[in-house]
């Protein structure tokens, strides 16, 4: 069961423009929603996160928009650079008071920036 | 100064074959994680260890075994490999706690022939 839909598969921008990626999540005990960027031959790296108590987080280029009720978040590149060429997974997770948290990851969006 | 190095990089094996992969932090961190990626580059948590105890567990077949000698180092040991062990294997570390950001190795890219 994926409990972190993502979308889309695969996203071509023109340098400047806007790029958004959706994600759609089930547990609504989830409190917890990062993005990653990940390069080719490279780790995933936390670009920005948010928590479900404010519905919009913006660092730089990126905002995360939050909607609690629709269970929805997306990440929002302005001035996509080729640079942000990269693939994108949002993900989910819950505090269970402990030690460690489980992240649920999304499938993925390969983002590519043409100049 | 690479904040969490994983060896090798590269494994090509045989099938039935034993081997193991090396992770260390030096973020100073108390919890540390393996994922695998697939094919498909989907991401799946198999293990996290906070203080050198075993705390998620992900189903995973117990022909992986994860080995934590100290907070700063958690291994993976994988016996009799199969085929379907082809993945890349990312080693991950956070605080403790819930909920904190977690930091990724480069990953070893496993191919079983």
């Known amino acids: 069961q994926q409990q972190v839909k993502q979308s889309p598969q695969s996203l071509i921008v023109q340098k400047g423009g806007i790029s958004i990626i959706n994600c759609a999540y089930e547990?609504?005990?989830?409190?917890?929603f990062p993005w990653y960027q990940q390069f080719p031959g490279k780790g995933p790296a936390l670009l920005i996160a948010?928590?479900?108590?404010?519905s919009e987080k913006k660092e730089g280029r990126f905002t995360i928009s939050f909607n609690k009720s629709a269970k929805q978040f997306s990440l929002h590149i302005m001035d996509s650079q080729p640079g942000d060429s990269a693939t994108y997974f949002c993900?989910?997770?819950?505090?269970?008071?402990?030690?460690?948290?489980?992240?649920?990851f999304g499938t993925g969006t390969l983002l590519a920036v043409q100049p | 100064d690479t904040a969490v190095s994983q060896t090798p990089k590269y494994l090509v094996t045989q099938m039935g074959n034993d081997k193991s992969i090396k992770c260390e932090q030096n973020?100073?961190?108390?919890?540390m994680y393996w994922y695998k990626q697939d094919s498909k580059k989907f991401l799946k948590i198999m293990f996290s260890?906070?203080?050198?105890?075993?705390?998620i567990n992900e189903t995973v077949p117990n022909r992986f075994s994860p080995k934590s000698p100290d907070k700063a180092h958690l291994n993976l040991h994988i016996n009799s490999l199969e085929l379907g062990d082809s993945a890349v294997y990312f080693c991950?570390?956070?605080?403790?706690?819930?909920?904190?950001?977690?930091?990724f190795g480069d990953g070893t890219r496993l191919s079983i022939l």
């Open positions: 948010i928590r479900p108590d404010v």
């Open positions: 993900a989910a997770s819950r505090d269970y008071g402990g030690a460690t948290n489980k992240l649920i």
């Open positions: 260890y906070n203080n050198k105890e075993l705390i």
């Open positions: 991950a570390s956070s605080t403790q706690g819930g909920n904190q950001p977690q930091h």
């Open positions: 547990n609504t005990a989830f409190d917890y």
């Open positions: 973020l100073g961190h108390d919890t």
